[in-house]
Every structure is written in C-alpha cells, then in structure tokens.
C-alpha cells in the first residue's frame, strides 16, 4: 500500500474505500469532488456522523449518492453501519439512556431531530460486505469466525464495536473463507501520541485500517483496493495550521 499524490490514477471500475467521516463535510465533499466522475465503486465504512458537527449535511449527500450514484459519476455507492450509526438509532428509539450515551460519544443533539428523518435508511445499512476477495467492515470481527453467524446469534453490536482480539489476531480467513485475502476497516484510528496519527495501518493477516481520525486530525482517508493505493485529504487550512 502507498500514498498516491494524485487521483488521476482511478480507473472506472476500481473499489475505493472511506475511513471514518465523523460529520466532517467539509472533508467529505473535498474527497468526492476529487472522485467525482471516475466510475469507483466507493464504499463509506460507517461512523459517518458525530463529533465533526455536519451531521446533517453528511447524511444528506450519503443518502443522494446511494440513491443515485451516477449523479456525480460512482459506477455505486455504499455505506456501512458505524458504531455511532447504532448509537443514534439505538438514541433515537430507546429509553433515555441511550440518548445521553450517544450525546457522550460526540452526538449532535441540536441536529438530532432533523437525522431522525434519516432514521429509516440508516437503520439498514449492511455491517458488512464483500468484493472480491476484500472483506469491508466498521470495526472488526471474531478472528476466525464468520461474521455472520455473530450477527445471527445477536451479536451485531459486538461486530459494530470490536476492537480486540480482531487488531491482535485479524481476521484469520482461513478457518472460514479463504476465498477472502483482505479485510478494510475503519473505527481505530492512532490517537494524537501515537506514532502514525493520521495514517492508514495494517494488522496481521491482511487487514487494512483507514480511519485517520478525521474529526481530530483534519485528515480524511480513502483507499483503492484495486490499484492498493491511498488517497488523503486535507483542507488547505487545516495544512497551515498543523506545519505551524
């Protein structure tokens, strides 16, 4: 995996990959302006709202490029479902409890109404899915174990929250699908005193983790699993800021 200067190297067709948005628009406009009109398949990896304040502006445009993904010129356009995705539904349909564990964890409560008209689409979006021989998920999965039959024995939360033993072990696909050689995933970002803050990183077995901390670093990051390459942006202030 390296670092593409450019996104002249997209070809119609090619699986692209978003780390974790956390309601940074600005970010996430920025990125598919530079995607528009290429003809990827692009896949979000959930936890697109909280924290980063464009909640609402996110899931709007979420919801026109699933809808209709030749608009702005994706062959398709996916999202998964994020931990704080659960959190808001879990917010937006539970007792009061929830609601105040997912304003905990960065939610939007003066934007709380207005993604509640957002409610039934997010309420399906898939945990995870395939192409290829590429796994995409949120967070993580019992390593070894397909996670499916996690997801039908009720523990679908866990899927959306993993972090351990997945990051130590990864997905070992052998003992389950070894048609599968990859897994990206998102939901782990390194944190401000970590070495590589605000990079992509690999765990053992084939696993990719491209969340870069957006809401934190200003950095948001997308990968082409076709060409095995990334892509990063940055807002040119945000450069300025961080070079000072």
Known sequence: MKLSTSFTDISPGDVIAVGDVHGRYDL??????????????????????????????????????????????????????GNHEQMFIDAAKGPAQELYLWLQNGGNFEQFGEMQEHLPWIEGLPIYMTLGETMFIHAGFYPGVDPLKTINRGGADTIVWMREPFLSQGPQFEKWNPNL???????????????????????????????SGAYFTGVLTAYNVTKNVYYQTTLEHEKETANR
């Open 28 to 81: 996430l406009d920025a990125l598919l302006d530079k995607l528009r009109g290429s003809e990827a398949t692009v896949i979000l990896l959930g936890d697109m709202i909280d924290r980063g304040g464009q909640d609402i502006q996110v899931l709007e445009r979420v919801k026109k490029l699933l809808d209709d993904p030749e608009s702005e010129g994706f062959s398709n356009f996916f999202a998964l479902l």
């Open 181 to 211: 050689k990859q897994v990206v995933f998102g939901h782990t970002p390194k944190m401000p005193n970590d070495a590589g803050v605000g990079q992509p990183y690999t765990i053992p077995g084939g696993g990719v983790c491209i969340d």
